[in-house]
């Protein structure tokens, strides 16, 4: 399956995931933007504060529906901690409901990375900086993360660069992928941060992706991703789980010919749960096979003809490389990161 060779009724009713899932096995997230500044008084240890993240519709009506991520900004000022979080998101379109922190759910714009350390960990608590609550779904999805600030005791810790956090003796690897032989110009490449601890690995996408160009008239905003992912690794190999969103985009159709509809558009917005075997090789390339499923959700604009009778709809897909479309695994090269490394730390295969 191909751009050129997917016909508009297909882009109508699959997802642009769905479409493109056999290029895109190593889906990335996008870091969310925009939402009210919310301004924290000092520390107060007896106050608990709140911060809401939500998908909503645009106000803008002229060229239809549109989602948009409103991520809720909050400050932990100086000489203050936050602790003692407890969260809540909801969807109320899919019926979904969670209380579980994610590797993901906030953002530090200080240090330029996600909190993973918040992951089901009661205890964590985050230094003085600027953050961000960032929420997925469908629009009308909802998240609030209530928090207390404390005293800080020890000194804040100073900014780390993008991706995992790492300790003296992790290895921060960055790998680049994409296909080996495409059969269009369209072949992203898909970043990926892995921190090696103890012979155990977790790892962290955060990508905005340019659409393929669909012709036709058809045009497409860039696809924010954001994912996980927990493994291992045995002399050169990688092997684990990631799980991922693409977080809602925009698609934007031509009024269709022969016909008196007008322009509309959709909104897309998916997940996907993966095994993959990533190969580090000594030359500095990799070879990583992906295995797994997807489900897309598509959301009609209001001028949008009536597809199949409906104005949403849920997709469900296959991701596998190599697979019926892509013959080969993935190729790309790696490199890690210089770091503390504490002796006898492991050497690069």
């Known amino acids: 399956m191909t751009v050129a060779r ?10 642009a995931a769905a479409l493109l899932a056999v290029w895109a096995a190593a889906y990335s997230p996008g870091a969310a933007q925009g939402g009210e500044a919310r301004r924290t008084p000092p520390a107060d ?6 911060v809401t993240a939500s998908v909503e519709y645009s106000t803008e009506r002229v060229a239809g529906k ?4 409103a991520p809720g900004e909050f400050k932990v000022p100086e000489g203050s ?34 909190m993973s350390e918040l992951k089901d960990n009661p205890n ?32 804040a810790d100073p900014p780390s660069p993008p991706g995992p956090p790492g300790q003296s003796g992790d290895r921060i690897i960055d790998v680049e992928t994409w296909l080996v032989k495409p059969t269009t110009e369209y072949n992203p490449k898909f970043k990926a941060t892995y921190v090696v601890r103890q012979g155990k ?30 493994g291992r690794i045995e002399g050169n190999v990688i092997t684990g789980k990631w799980e991922e969103e693409i977080l809602p985009h925009k698609m934007r159709f031509p009024p269709p010919k022969n016909t008196k509809f ?43 003809p009536d597809w199949d009778g409906h104005k949403s709809s849920t997709q469900t897909f296959t991701i596998e490389v190599p697979g019926e479309h892509v013959p080969d695994p993935l190729t790309g090269r790696w490199k890690e990161r210089s770091a503390p490394r504490s002796a006898g730390g492991p050497v690069k295969p």
């Open 124 to 155: 964590a608590v985050l230094p003085p900086g600027d953050y961000k609550l960032v929420v997925g779904g469908l629009p009308g999805a909802i998240g609030t993360l209530t928090y207390r600030l404390m005293p800080q005791t020890d000194p």
């Open 66 to 69: 549109q989602a948009t991520l």
């Open 81 to 114: 901690s936050a602790g003692q979080f407890r969260y809540r998101w909801a969807d109320p379109k899919t019926g979904r409901e969670s209380d579980r922190i994610t590797a993901t759910t906030v953002y530090s714009v200080t240090q330029r990375r996600y």
């Open 6 to 15: 997917i016909g508009r009724r297909a882009i109508n009713t699959l997802g």
């Open 45 to 50: 240890s007896n106050v608990v504060r709140t």
């Open 201 to 230: 690995v977790t790892g962290t996408v955060d990508q905005l992706v340019e659409s393929p160009n669909y012709g036709n008239g058809i045009t497409a905003d860039p696809m924010p991703y954001k994912g996980t992912f927990v």
């Open 262 to 304: 007008p322009a509309y558009d959709r909104t897309d917005s998916s997940t996907l749960k993966y095994e993959i075997r990533l190969v580090l090789n000594p030359d500095g390339s990799v070879s990583q096979t992906c295995k797994g499923t997807g489900e897309t959700r598509l959301e009609w604009g209001p001028t949008a």
